[in-house]
């Protein structure tokens, strides 16, 4: 255990009954990091985030918080804050009342809980919503609240279960805005749970993708995105998806390419991590931004326009290319009518391969 | 704002927009005496008189002297209207040596009917509470078992409850009576409170355990006042349940401590003497009357109580 790490997770595992929903996790997460808990839904994200509350019984490993093994603990003395989907605001109580709860449950002395909440409601900007009952705010207002009520309790660590997902898309990224913005300035750890990339790549110091229970890759957002470890997370993450061209390896004039119905890429510039040995069946994954048209680059692909999704400020192309569709992501002002011929460019330094058969990056 | 000269124009064009419409428009008309109308009112007229009707026979009897019910009349209203038999029936009406009416009978209900609601509420909610959220080891079989209670008929238990009340040397008090009325409303007050209780959001009582308050803090702080309006669902069942119980009252209890309803019984099947009727009517609606009250101020927030956990959120 190094001091460094505020929440640390050892080995944990849960079973219920015979399903086992997360299988020997390892995770550690460093003192004010932002860690985003990301997959879909059933994949144990949320799962996670209740054992580390204590919400959860585990059924084996551990988890520390602060250095301090809270294994056994009780959800209050773990020392962490939680904000969930619904608010789960007390609807009898007043916002004042709602925020308060849990520190005169502490027994904390009056004087101290006015100044926390006066604390928690001017760094939310919530101070003329504290008389009013739950009922008689809107949803971002709620989601606001909320967040105070773990803002008040002081504590190291937040815990966030989907907490935009119940706002419209408007509120949705106002409020994620100001997630980061409290991040900011309270340099608190945070673990977020959602299923929403954006959320993820635009909040997190760290992304954790998970799939099954099991955590997929841990890494940066940069790096999650332009290197995914392995075919689940190259399509999970980024919208439209990674286009997968499944052919095989050979080589041309002693250099790597990769084939496809006949069509040769040379795969100049790309970081493998291991040898490019020629006949191996593996899966080239492109992005849709990586991709150029009528450019003028090195290597000029002939394609077909299918369908064209203008969306304003991009313009995305299906197009066929080789006998597969790929699409296209293009500045949102050049236009193409669909059955114009093309040419593509692709910038290799930017894709990834995978073994068809393990699914890992290569 | 608008121009006056355009917003006239504009509404001018509204208004012969709407005169050139042709065809059906606007609201459909409906026919009050259409065959769908006439089926539906005339069933619920006759519903209605089917169960107005005995009500209106007794209440009609009680306000006649006997030399007016000897006649026979029983629909026809009564000619001299007399209050009499409704205090006869109140305070001196007999049964066997006592001539104290049914007021007796109403205390001793009232005092086996508050304590048994109260205690069986309080318990069952607390029970329903623990079911819903404190998922413990065991949980369903222990619902399960309760759920199976509900189903066994009354009369199976009566005999091994009567030889426990007596080894506990409560049998034939108003304690034991309480007793038993609290264990019988157990299953389905249980199964009221817990399904209440299941169908509030899961995050409001994590988000309390996070807040640090307990199995009891969260109860009453929390839980108790969301739950109000099953609170007054499993009150009038409690009440009305108990208060119209009969075989519990005759069983478990001695003659000075019966409930007004096996009072009522007898005396209205006392076989000495002339048949009061007007007295067995009046008496008959007393009894009646407190359930009746129950429904009446509180049918608005039984109704609400019912349909409120679908909205909740």
Sequence with gaps: MTDNNSVSIKDLSLNFGSVNVLQTLNLDIKDGEFLVLLGSSGCGKSTLLNCIAGLLDISEGQIFIKGKNVTWEEPKDRGIGMVFQSYALYPQMSVEKNLSFGLKVAKVPQAEIDKRVARAAEILQIQPLLKRKPAELSGGQRQRVAIGRALVRDVDVFLFDEPLSNLDAKLRSELRVEIKRLHQSLKNTMIYVTHDQIEAMTLADRIAIMKSGIIQQLDDPTTIYNAPRNLFVAGFIGSPSMNFLRGELVEVGGKPAFVLNGVTFPLDGYGAGESLTPGRKVVLGVRPEHIKVNEGTIDIYEATVDIEEPMGADNLLWLKLAGQTISVRINGSRRFRPGTPVKLGFDMSLASLFDAGTELRI | ?313
């Design chain 2, 1 to 313: 704002m608008l121009d006056p000269a355009i917003s006239k124009t504009v509404s001018a064009a509204a208004r012969s927009g709407s005169q050139t419409l042709a065809g059906p428009s606007g609201r459909k008309p409906r026919r009050m005496l259409s065959s769908r109308n006439i089926i539906v009112y005339g069933t619920l007229f006759v519903a209605a008189v089917y169960y107005v009707l005995p009500l209106y026979v007794m209440v009609v009897t009680s306000l006649k002297g006997m030399p007016e019910i000897r006649l026979g009349n029983i629909f026809s209203p009564p000619v001299e209207i007399t209050f009499e038999p409704w205090v006869k029936a109140w305070a001196q009406a007999c049964t066997g040596l006592n001539c104290d009416g049914l007021s007796r009978g109403f205390w001793n209900s009232v005092r086996i009917t508050i304590p048994s609601t109260i205690i069986s509420i309080a318990v069952a909610s607390v029970n329903g509470y623990a079911l819903a959220n404190w998922r413990f080891k065991g949980a369903d079989v222990f619902f399960t078992i309760l759920i199976v209670g509900a189903f066994i008929p009354y009369q199976v238990m009566i005999y091994p409850i009567v030889i426990v009340l007596r080894e506990l040397g409560i049998y034939g008090t108003l304690t034991g009576l309480v007793i038993v009325h609290t264990i019988f409303g157990m299953p389905i007050l249980t199964l009221l409170f817990r399904n209440y209780f299941a169908g509030l959001p899961e995050e409001l009582f994590k988000a309390a355990r996070i807040d640090g308050a307990g199995f009891w803090a969260i109860y009453f702080k929390i839980m108790l006042p969301m739950a109000l309006p099953i609170f007054v669902v499993a009150m009038i069942l409690q009440i009305t349940g108990i208060w119209n119980d009969f075989l519990f009252g005759v069983v478990f209890t001695r003659p000075e401590y019966y409930p007004m309803t096996v009072q009522l019984n007898n005396i209205v099947n006392s076989v000495q003497g002339v048949k009061e009727y007007n007295v067995n009517m009046a008496a008959t609606i007393l009894t009646g009357a407190v359930p009746l009250i129950v429904y009446f101020v509180s049918g608005r927030l039984f109704v609400r109580g019912i349909a409120a956990g679908a909205v909740k959120g």
